[in-house]
Every structure is written in C-alpha cells, then in structure tokens.
C-alpha cells in the first residue's frame, strides 16, 4: 500500500475527453506506488464556457483536486485568477498547470521546458544557426522560448496573421536580447533555402485538420524538422521530412515531457521519463481489429 496521500488532478479545457494525459499520468503514478485518479474536465461536453473558468478553480479545490492541467481556450484566462506564477510562465503569459498550494493556486508552463527537454534529447546535435518557427499561438510561444534557451542564434517567427507574428518575435527579442525576425508564410520558401531547422507548431497535420503547412518542394536534407503535432505521430510533414532526408522530432515527446514536468511539480516524485515514452506509444500505436 502506498504511504502516499491520494493525488486527484484533473485536466481543463474544451474537447479534452480524448486526451492521452490523464492515462499517461496514471500509468506512472502506478509504477511508483502512488494512489494518483486524474479526470477531464472537458468544458464542451460539460456545456460550459471558458469564462467559468473563475467558478471551475473554486469547485476544484473544493472538491479536494491536487492540481490542474489547463489547456485551450483557458491558459492565457487563467494567470488572472492565480495567487502566484512561476517567472517563466509568468514571461510567456501563458499557464497549463496550476497546483492547489497552502499558499494558493500557482501557475506553471511545463509546454515551454517540454519541447527543451524533447529538443535536447531528441535532436542533441541538431544546429541552432538559424532557426524557422511556424505558429505564433500559445505553443508556438512556448516553443520559441525553448528555442531560444537551448542557444538558437537567429529566430524567424512565421506565422499567416502578420501581427501575431510580430508581435511574438517583439516580445522574445526584449526578453532574450538575441535576434527575432518575423514573416508570413509567404517568406518559408526563401527562409527555409538557408535555415538550419524548422519547428511547426499549427494544427496542422491533425486527424482534424490533415495535410501539409507548405510544399514539400521546400525541404532539403540539411534542413531538420520538429513537428508538435502527436495525433497521428507520423504527419504528413514528418513523413515528407523523412523522404526528404531530414533528421526529424515527432510530437511525442513534447508530449511526454511536458507531462514528465507536470507530474514532478504535483507530486513531488520524479517520473521515469523513458518508461512515460514507452507507454505513451502503446496509446498511441494503431490496435488490431478483433477477427
């Protein structure tokens, strides 16, 4: 019997019901003996709007939860109803995990120290020269804060919507003193020509939105690519990366690690990163149909 007090967690935001976290939370709870329940809080199903989001916090604590995961639509909404935020989080403007604390609700973004964690040890010798960023919104902002930090030289943020995009290379430019460009998607073919690598960080490539962000005309073999999308693994772009020559980085393990850094602020106990990757592709791999 675990010695632990129960963790019960739960994860907010809209569509989450198919999310593979609760399941990779659980299963590492487990094979470190603690009694860990985590559920969706899934606003589309349970017909509430993100501006609930004040309400959902008081019940949640009320209800005896450990800790929240916050995703879409509500991780810039929730800082304001926060007690205390991590500076990192706090920089990016931008929190999905919030813990129940004697000293109040405290907000972290382990989006941002995931895809560092997955960058360093899935691309270790990739070049950092100059790099392309595809997606402006709330992850393309924790990625290019983790680009940033594992020494990228030059940063190119691109985005459709011009002002976003500007916006976020602005920002980062002030708070790392290094080099921010920004473009359009119209810039990729002359940005990608010289890039050392590109990260994509646009829904597309989803089962919900399939296909590819650009021409695949425009990889070359010195280009590497990380792709966050992690439903399917193998994306379009990552597929035509690979045909390409490309070293690659699916969305995986961002996936994993940002939950590997999850777990440790809510419990205290450090998970096993690699078992945590293991189990994720078990979720993830296709099971056969039964005859």
């Not at 989450?16 to 009694?35: F, K």
């Not at 008081?58 to 935020?85: I, M, Q, S």
């Not at 030289?153 to 430019?173: C, G, P, S």
């Not at 490539?205 to 070359?220: A, I, T, Y």
């Amino acid at each position: 019997m675990s010695q632990s007090p129960p963790y019960l967690v739960g994860l907010v935001g809209t569509g989450v019901t198919p999310s593979l976290t609760p399941a990779m939370h659980m299963a590492e709870a487990r094979a470190l003996g603690l009694d860990y329940v985590y559920r969706t809080i899934d606003l589309t199903t349970l017909g509430l709007a993100p501006d609930q989001l004040p309400d959902i916090l008081v019940w949640a604590r009320r209800l005896g939860f450990d800790a929240l995961n916050v995703t879409h639509p509500c991780k810039r909404l929730v800082l304001e109803y926060l007690d205390r935020v991590d500076p990192l989080a706090l920089a990016l403007g931008s929190v999905n995990t919030v813990l129940f604390t004697d000293q109040g609700l405290v907000g972290h973004n382990t989006d941002t120290t995931g895809f560092e964690t997955a960058f360093r040890t899935g691309l270790p010798r990739a070049a950092v020269d100059d790099v392309t960023l595809l997606g402006a919104g709330g992850a393309g902002s924790a990625v290019a804060d983790a680009l940033l930090r594992v020494g990228t030289r030059r940063l190119t943020v691109v985005d459709i919507d011009a002002e976003r995009a500007e916006e976020l290379a602005t920002d980062l430019a002030r708070r790392h003193a290094v080099e921010v460009g920004h473009a359009t998607t119209d810039a990729l073919p002359s940005l990608l020509a010289s890039a050392s690598g590109l990260v994509h960080c646009t829904p597309t490539g989803m089962k919900e939105h399939p296909g590819m962000p650009f021409s695949p005309d425009l990889l070359r073999p010195e280009l590497w690519v990380a792709d966050i999308v992690y439903r399917p693994l193998d994306t379009a772009l990552l597929r035509a990366a690979c045909d390409a020559g490309c070293a690659t980085l699916d969305g995986g393990r961002m996936a994993v690690h940002q939950a590997v850094d999850a777990f440790r602020l809510i419990t205290g106990h450090q998970p096993d990163p690699d078992r945590m990757i293991r189990h994720f592709h078990d979720l993830v791999a296709p099971h056969p149909v039964p005859a």
